[in-house]
T-cell receptor, first 109, second 116 residues
Framework: SQKIEQNSEALNIQEGKTATLTCNYT??????LQWYRQDPGRGPVFLLL?????KEKRKERLKVTFDTTLKQSLFHITASQPADSATYLC????????FGKGTRLHILP | DAGVIQSPRHEVTEMGQEVTLRCKPI?????LFWYRQTMMRGLELLIY????????DSGMPEDRFSAKMPNASFSTLKIQPSEPRDSAVYFC??????????????FGPGTRLTVL
């Protein structure tokens, strides 16, 4: 069955450093991959979408890569700030999307 | 725009009671999604509608769950009878397009349901 794996353990990163989150998937060949941010007590908020023919996409301090051979996406936040602390969800799909469970990111001041 | 509106924000009920969750999507959006989120299972798609028509309800856990979308601006998710294992946060989301993977979904604030 289709499976999406995100690191279930929280990631602690020092302020100013680059945070890198991983999304791995199996038994799936999605054409698109999305990343969402979720703050406590709130719904997820869309950040970026990357297509299978795009190796990399950037938006301000965010960068996403999509490696269809490794079946992996990396999500980078450069010059991280405490306000970046949240849970980050990856979502894959073609006709509909499936969400990973998310990784909690803590940026330490 | 006010975004996706959900009510109630919190619901506490006793096992066996009927629960109705409500959602108002963003005006002009064509697709509406109902999700359930728990620590164990993450964010699970229950059902989605396109132009008020249910397209995929394969995520609805069992017959106790039902969803309706009588018009473009309102949807309900009903659980009858409710059970403690239904306790979760239920999110409604809407999108402009047909609900495919290139659509950006806009989520509501969620309804936290506790079934005692």
């Amino acid at each position: 069955s289709q499976k999406i794996e995100q690191n279930s353990e929280a990631l602690n990163i020092q302020e100013g450093k680059t945070a890198t989150l991983t999304c791995n998937y199996t038994n799936y060949s999605p054409a698109y991959l999305q990343w969402y941010r979720q703050d406590p007590g709130r719904g997820p908020v869309f950040l970026l979408l990357i297509r299978e023919n795009e190796k990399e996409k950037r938006k301000e301090r965010l960068k996403v890569t999509f490696d269809t051979t490794l079946k992996q996406s990396l999500f980078h936040i450069t010059a991280s700030q405490p306000a970046d602390s949240a849970t980050y969800l990856c979502a894959l799909g073609d006709d509909k999307i499936i969400f990973g469970k998310g990784t909690r990111l803590h940026i330490l001041p | 725009d006010a975004g996706v509106i959900q009510s109630p924000r919190h619901e506490v009920t006793e096992m066996g009671q009927e629960v109705t969750l409500r959602c108002k999507p963003i005006s002009g959006h064509n697709s509406l999604f109902w999700y359930r989120q728990t620590m164990m299972r993450g964010l699970e798609l229950l059902i989605y509608f396109n132009n008020n028509v249910p397209i995929d309800d394969s995520g609805m856990p069992e017959d106790r769950f039902s969803a309706k979308m009588p018009n473009a601006s309102f949807s309900t998710l009903k659980i009858q009878p409710s059970e403690p294992r239904d306790s979760a946060v239920y999110f409604c989301a809407s999108s402009l397009g047909g609900g495919g993977a290139t659509d950006t979904q806009y989520f509501g604030p969620g309804t936290r349901l506790t079934v005692l």
